[in-house]
């Protein structure tokens, strides 16, 4: 079973930024799902949010400011402390990419927005990965069906993935012609498991934080476990696998 780092390491470091999956990549993480929106520059920037008022202390939407204005942020207002400012900003995708060429696969997610920012990101994502080989270890996930849909249209070539909180995502699987099946793990049960697996889909299940969750998850076969805590998960699994 996989271990994707959640934001990078959401629990452990400043997320989606590249101080944390630095971190993430120290302690062995190797797959990662990270976030993204639209700044005011009609780049795709890494944040969760769709303001920068938890992560950064300052205040506003995200699409409210420049790349050069998110980079010079500091992103380490919430979640675990951290020692330093150093590659604590929010950056754009091009930036994380280059900044992790450790990770082996990404599920980089389009958070929700009005339908043109659905639209544009679509349009970036196939600017940004026009060829097959440029989506090799990228998979673009979302809850949004209008960017799966836009994203279906202008780049069918690159892998999707629905984000799902509900007992039966498989109309919304079936609709984009997805890959992957991310999953809350309160939903995760024998029926949709089986479902998917039918399918051939790959399963990820998140946000898994607790020992005993994960160890639950992986009997129960998944693809993949998504967490706030690669240092736990990790070598938790190793252990499971031996």
Not at 114 to 133: G, K, V, Y
Not at 140 to 154: A, D, K, V, Y
Not at 181 to 202: D, T
Request: glycine share 6%; aromatic share 6%.
């Amino acid at each position: 079973m996989l271990v994707y780092g959640h934001r990078g390491a959401g629990g452990e470091a400043p997320e989606n930024t590249i101080a944390g999956c630095q971190h993430a990549i120290e302690r062995g993480a190797r797959y990662l799902e990270l976030d993204m929106r639209l700044s005011k520059d009609d780049q795709l920037v890494m944040i969760h949010d769709d303001s920068v008022d938890r992560t950064t202390g300052e205040k506003g939407k995200v699409n409210t400011y420049t790349t050069a204005e998110l980079k010079k942020m500091d992103a380490r207002q919430s979640g675990a402390p951290w020692p330093n400012k150093r590659n604590t900003g929010v950056v754009t995708l091009d930036e994380m990419l280059d900044a992790t060429p450790d990770i082996k696969g990404y599920q980089l997610e389009v958070k929700t927005g009005s339908s043109a920012q659905m639209e544009r990101i679509a349009e970036l994502l196939a600017e940004r990965f026009s060829s097959e080989s440029s989506v090799e270890r990228v998979v673009i996930t979302s809850s949004s069906m209008t960017l799966l849909q836009h994203l279906m249209t202008l780049a069918p070539h690159i892998p999707r993935g629905y984000i799902s909180i509900t007992p039966n995502p498989f109309p919304v699987l079936d609709r984009f012609k997805c890959s992957l099946l991310a999953m809350n793990w309160s939903v995760c049960n024998i029926i949709n498991l089986g479902h998917a697996r039918r399918k051939g889909l790959h399963i990820s299940v998140w946000t898994v934080n607790d020992a005993s969750v994960v160890k639950n998850i992986y009997r129960s076969k998944v693809d993949s476990v998504i967490t706030d805590y690669p240092s736990m998960a990790l070598p938790l699994i190793a252990s499971l696998e031996r």
